[in-house]
């Protein structure tokens, strides 16, 4: 009798992820590529779909003349203020309620009522309040950031675990050393999530806001563009704020790995 | 210092508002320099006691005192938890200042003290690593260090080494002898290990199963330094036996029980 030995094999191979990280690359340089062929053959008009090259042209002559800036200016003072005044707010009050019983009784029945109304619709609102120059814009892009902070701030507290708490307080911890030492650094990584989300819905409510009643920035650039029919500085608009979109997440996620060390350690 | 404990009772309020008794007129006191360990079934109370003692938890009858305390701006106590309970967010250094900060302790004179205890608990080489990169043994370290950098004049321990593989365990509880030889702290030690307890302690309190209730005090006459050759010692094995007889129909029915632990 011959006897057949069979080795054990590896059945979960299937389930391994595989990286293919030139793929990756491929696909984005191919996106472009396609684009730029199908505008200079001629196929779709340039006036609705101006090529790569010519927007990156027209993307240089705007940033020689000085143009684009005046238009990324007033955007980004707009987003840094209520983003700023939105994300304060959000995570004092999140974190207050998290912590007070008597605070989230009082609040968040206030947040969940307010919290589906779409900022934008508040804008004429905010118009009427404020009057029609910068205010209503900060205001309607710190209303979208306050939310999610708020509720992400209020979840990370929340969340903390009670065992720390107390062993702050065995060794002596009060209120505020509790609030400082535990609940802030356990919020910390939920606060973080909030700030990536809250800089979406403010790059959004920028843009909304701009197109509604201003005459700068850059939502106003696209929409003027398009009035005046230069497609090619109307894509210019939407690439300044593609990459802001995506800055914005990387200083973020940057800023969370130095605030955040013990995460990425 | 001594910790004196009389008639201390403790009833929770569970779930079902159904009311639950965890202590039960509890009188024992501790002396100075002495090592009590407190064994019990689960379900005995014992982590609720040492969560009265550390100030955690207010008792529903009875009392703790502290002889000789007259300031109560600091707690006398420090504990030293099951679960590590270390800031995960502090490096080994920033866990064990934790107390001198609530303390007030000037930052320079803190360090100095925490890297004493790195020295004492044998994490020297670890100071700026964070718990997360610890082992489990030497993030227990980590939570005996912190306990003992504030000084505390009597150590609570609720199940320190009850989550480590048994030769860890094994380990530092050696090397928690040699600390206690060397610093004479009162401690207070919860275990559920009946060995454990009999091998470290002066004394082995001994509660039963809910209401928790204190059996007897068993006096361990082991000489001291304790090592680990006294293990198979029959002193060690007859105390061992007598305690096991004492709580081993209250552990069978907590193995029955739906509430379990």
């Known amino acids: 009798?011959?006897?057949?030995?069979?080795?054990?094999?590896?059945?979960?191979?299937?389930?391994?992820r595989k990286e293919f990280k030139t793929a990756r690359v491929?696909?984005?340089?191919?996106?472009?590529?396609?684009?730029?062929?199908?505008?200079?053959?001629?196929?779709?008009?340039?006036?609705?779909l101006p090529a790569p090259s010519a927007v990156v042209g027209e993307a240089v002559e705007?940033?020689?003349?000085?143009?684009?800036?005046?238009?990324?200016?007033?955007?980004?003072?707009?987003?840094?203020?209520?983003?700023?005044?939105?994300?304060?707010?959000?995570?004092?009050?999140?974190?207050?309620?998290?912590?007070?019983?008597?605070?989230?009784?009082?609040?968040?029945?206030?947040?969940a009522a307010?919290?589906?109304?779409?900022?934008?619709?508040?804008?004429?609102?905010?118009?009427?309040?404020?009057?029609?120059?910068?205010?209503?814009?900060?205001?309607?892009?710190?209303?979208?950031?306050?939310?999610?902070m708020a509720i992400n701030s209020f979840t990370g507290v929340r969340n903390a675990d009670p065992l720390l708490a107390r062993a702050a307080v065995s060794f002596g911890a009060g209120r505020w050393s509790v609030i400082r030492k535990v609940m802030l650094p356990s919020a910390l990584p939920m606060i973080f999530a909030g700030l990536k989300l809250g800089a979406g819905t403010a790059l959004l409510l920028l843009v909304a806001a701009e197109m509604i009643g201003a005459e700068s920035g850059i939502g106003f650039l696209i929409l003027h563009?398009?009035?005046?029919?230069?497609?090619?500085?109307?894509?210019?608009?939407?690439?300044?704020l593609s990459l802001l979109g995506v800055f914005s997440h990387w200083f973020l996620t940057w800023l969370e790995r130095v605030a955040v060390p013990w995460k990425h350690t | 210092m001594r910790v004196v404990i009389e008639r201390l009772s403790k009833t929770y309020q569970d779930r079902s508002g159904?009311?639950?008794?965890?202590?039960?007129?509890?009188?024992?006191?501790?002396?100075e320099e002495e090592f009590l360990a407190i064994v019990g079934p689960s379900g005995c109370g014992k982590s609720t006691l040492l969560n009265i003692i550390a100030g955690l938890l207010t008792p529903s009858e009875g009392d703790v005192f502290f002889d000789g305390l007259r300031d109560g701006s600091h707690p006398p106590t420090a504990m030293v938890f099951q679960e590590f309970a270390l800031f995960p967010w502090r490096t080994v250094l920033g866990n064990i200042e934790f107390g001198l900060e609530e303390r007030g302790v000037a930052a320079g004179e803190r360090h100095e003290r925490a890297m004493r205890l790195v020295e004492l608990v044998g994490l020297a080489g670890f100071e700026e690593k964070y718990p997360h990169q610890l082992s489990g043994g030497m993030?227990?370290?980590v939570g005996i260090a912190r306990a003992l950098a504030v000084d505390p004049a009597v150590l609570l321990m609720d199940?320190?080494?009850?989550?480590?593989?048994?030769?860890?365990?094994?380990?530092?509880?050696?090397?928690?002898?040699?600390?206690?030889?060397?610093?004479?702290?009162?401690?207070?030690?919860?275990?559920h290990n009946i060995q454990e307890a009999v091998f470290m302690a002066d004394r082995v309190a001994v509660l039963s199963r809910r209401p928790g209730r204190l059996i007897a005090v068993v006096p361990v006459e082991l000489k001291r330094p304790r090592s680990e050759t006294m293990l198979g010692d029959a002193r060690f094995l007859q105390t061992v036996d007598l305690i096991w007889g004492l709580i081993k129909a209250d552990a069978e029915k907590a193995l029955v029980s739906p509430e379990g632990g």
């Open chain 1, 1 to 16: 009798m011959t006897e057949q030995r069979v080795p054990v094999e590896d059945r979960t191979r299937f389930l391994e």
């Open chain 1, 26 to 48: 491929l696909s984005l340089i191919g996106l472009v590529f396609l684009w730029e062929l199908l505008a200079r053959i001629g196929w779709v008009p340039r006036l609705f």
């Open chain 1, 62 to 111: 705007m940033v020689a003349s000085g143009e684009l800036f005046r238009y990324l200016g007033s955007s980004l003072l707009r987003l840094a203020l209520g983003f700023a005044i939105g994300a304060l707010a959000g995570i004092v009050v999140g974190m207050a309620v998290g912590f007070s019983s008597l605070a989230e009784a009082v609040v968040m029945p206030v947040i």
């Open chain 1, 114 to 148: 307010t919290f589906p109304i779409p900022k934008i619709a508040l804008l004429p609102l905010l118009i009427l309040w404020l009057g029609i120059g910068e205010p209503p814009k900060v205001a309607v892009i710190a209303l979208g950031v306050f939310f999610p």
């Open chain 1, 225 to 240: 563009a398009q009035n005046i029919m230069e497609t090619t500085k109307l894509m210019v608009g939407i690439v300044v």
């Open chain 2, 18 to 31: 159904q009311s639950v008794e965890a202590l039960q007129s509890i009188d024992l006191s501790v002396e």
């Open chain 2, 139 to 141: 993030r227990q370290r």
């Open chain 2, 159 to 191: 199940e320190p080494f009850s989550a480590l593989d048994a030769q860890t365990r094994q380990l530092l509880q050696i090397e928690l002898l040699a600390i206690w030889e060397r610093t004479r702290k009162t401690i207070l030690y919860v275990t």
